[in-house]
C-alpha cells in the first residue's frame, strides 16, 4: 500500500527534516552505543571532576583564609537543621498520636477548603451501555 | 475543468503560506517577549513539607468524591506538574473532576546535606509518612498509589516491603523492570566504564545538567527538530502553548541524590536485582511476588527513556491475580501529558481506579 504522495513543498520539507532526524538520532545511537564512545564519555568526566576538584580544594583554603564558610561548612550547618528538622517531626507525630487519643476526630492539619462526603459509587456496567 | 482546479488548488496553497509566515513573524515576536505559560495551576495545598520531598492535597472538584484517594509519586528526576500542565491538559484536574481525592509526592532540588539519601529513604520512609498523613488527612484507611517512571520504581518497592500496607490498589506508568534493557543507559552506566564511586564522592548530588545532557543525548537531533517544528507552527497558538509547557518541563531537571544514585546504579543498573527479584533494602527483601493488591501499568510503545523492553516485564513479576497492562502509542511523556494520554490513558486508568475506589 503505498502513501499518497504530495507535492505540496512544505510537506516535502516536513518529511525531509523527519527523515534527517532519523538518520541523525540512528547514527549518534549506533556510534554512542560503541564501548569506545563509553569509555571516552567517562574519561572526560573523569577530567572534569579531577578539575572541578582541584579548583574547590584551593577554593576552600582561600575561604578558610578569609574566614568564609565553605560549602562544605554550610552543608554542615543544613545537615544539623535536618536532624532538627527531623526531631520535631518526630514531636509532631508523637503529639498526633496524644491528640488522637483525646480527640478521634483531629486531623493532622487544619483544611481550608470543605471536602465532599465520600459516598462516590463506580458507574454500573449497565448504566454506561 | 481540471487545469482550473490545479490552479485554484495551488493558489490555496500558496495564500496558506503567505499567510503562515506573516502570521509566524508576528507570533514569532510575541513568543520571544512573552513569559513562560503559567504550570501547576490546579488549587492544592501543601500538607507536608520535608528537604526534597513535598506532600500536596488537591482541592476537591467534584461534589461527592470516592472513599479510597489517590497518592501520586512523581519521578525523583523531575517536578510533578507534568500531572498538572494547564486547564484542560491536566490528569489531576481530570482526576478531580470524576470524583478523586488526589495527593502528589513532588520533589525539590536535593539540598547538599541530603546527597545521603538512600533508596531506604524513598522507600521505607518517605512513602509511608505520606500514607499515613493522606490516612490522618482523609480519615480512610485504604489508598490507591500511582507511580510514574522512577516514581513507578520507587512505589513498587514500597509495595514489595510492605505486604501489609495500606494500599489496595497500584498504578504504574513507564516504570522500568529489566534494567539490563535500557538501551544506552545500559551501556553508558556499565560496571566496565563508569565509575560511579569516584562521580558521587566527587559531586555529592549528581548535578541537574548532568542528567539532562544523558536525556538529551538518547535523541540528539531531537531538540532541533523540535524548533523547527515550533517555527513551522509559530501560526498556531495551541501547539506553541503546548510545546513550550512540555519544553519548560523537560528543561528543569531535579539533580539526584548521590547515595541514591549510586544504590540506583550498583543495585538495579548493574545487577539487575529489580527483575531478579533478589533487593534488599535496610535488611528487607523487596519481594515483588508480594504485591497481591490489583495492578495497572502504561507503557509506551516508542519510549526512548524506558524502553518497552525494559517496563514490559514487571507486571509479570507481580504476585497479583488482577493485572491490567496498557501499551499505547507515544513516547515516554506524551503518555501521561500528551493527546493520546487525554484520550485513551486517562480515562482507562480513571475507569480502573472507580471500580476499586469505592
Redesign the interface.
Known sequence: MSKQSSNDPTDIWRSLISQWEQNVDKFANTMMGTDEFSKSANLATQVQLKIQSAISEQMTKQLSLMNIPSKEDVAQLGLRLQNIDDRMRRMEETLIQLSKHIDPAATSHTKSVKMPPRTKKAPRKQDTD | MAQSTEASRISG?VQT?IERTIQRNIKGLEYIASPAPAVGQTPK?I?HN??TLNLYHY??M??????VPILMVMATTNKSYIFDLAPGQSFVEFLLKA?F?VYVMDWNAP?????SLRLTDYVLDFIPDCIN?IQ?????EDVSLIGYCMGGVLSTLYMATHPDSPVTSLACFTTPADWSKMG?FS??S?E????VD??VD???NVPADMIFTSFD??????RQ?GR??LW?NMWNDEFVKSYRMFDRWSNEMLPLAGEYFRETTKELMWQNKMLKNELVINGRHADLKQIKVPAFHAIAEHDHIVPLAASKPLLDLFGSNDKTEMILKGGHVSLIGGPNAVRRLWPALTGWL??R??
Open positions: 496553497q503560506l495545598e500538607i520535608r528537604g482541592h476537591p467534584a461534589d461527592e468524591i470516592y472513599r470524583g481525592d539540598r547538599p546535606e541530603e546527597k498523613r490522618r488527612e482523609s480519615g480512610v544506552l551501556r553508558w556499565s566496565e566504564n563508569f565509575d569516584r562521580l566527587a559531586v555529592g543525548m538518547l535523541r540528539p537531533a531531537n527538530v523547527i517544528h513551522d472507580e471500580e475506589s469505592e
